[in-house]
């Protein structure tokens, strides 16, 4: 059973950092390319960032684009968003994702706030 989990989010003020986890098991973790999404109230997912399987290849999201970086630690099937620069319009729930065959999981989400 895929399971991911979110953790990190929290209450920061504009131009702060934080640091978010998505620890995962059920699959095979280093074979997967990976995303974060965000949600905020009455609107979509927004795709922020994406990792390919390795590493080695990143891309964003313009409107995160030089403030976000993702990475991952595939000895800990784990995958991280690093906010820098942060903006009240970054308030949101963030999420980890993993799309293959079809489907889409997600985990339960981290609150990340953005005020003064």
């Known amino acids: 059973e895929v399971q991911l989990v979110e953790s990190g989010g929290g209450l920061v003020q504009p131009g702060g950092s934080l640091r978010l986890s998505c620890q995962a098991s059920?699959?095979?973790?280093?074979?997967?390319?990976l995303n974060w999404v965000r949600q905020t109230p009455g609107k979509g997912f927004e795709l922020l960032a994406t990792i390919s399987a390795d590493g080695s290849s990143t891309s964003y999201a313009d409107s995160v684009k030089g403030r976000f970086t993702v990475s991952r630690d595939n000895t800990k099937n784990t995958l991280y968003l690093h906010l820098n620069s942060l903006k009240t319009e970054d308030t949101a729930m963030y999420y980890c994702?993993?799309?293959?065959?079809?489907?889409?999981?997600r985990g339960q989400g981290t609150q990340v706030t953005v005020s003064a």
């Open positions: 059920g699959f095979d973790f280093s074979k997967y390319i």
């Open positions: 994702r993993l799309a293959t065959g079809g489907s889409i999981y």
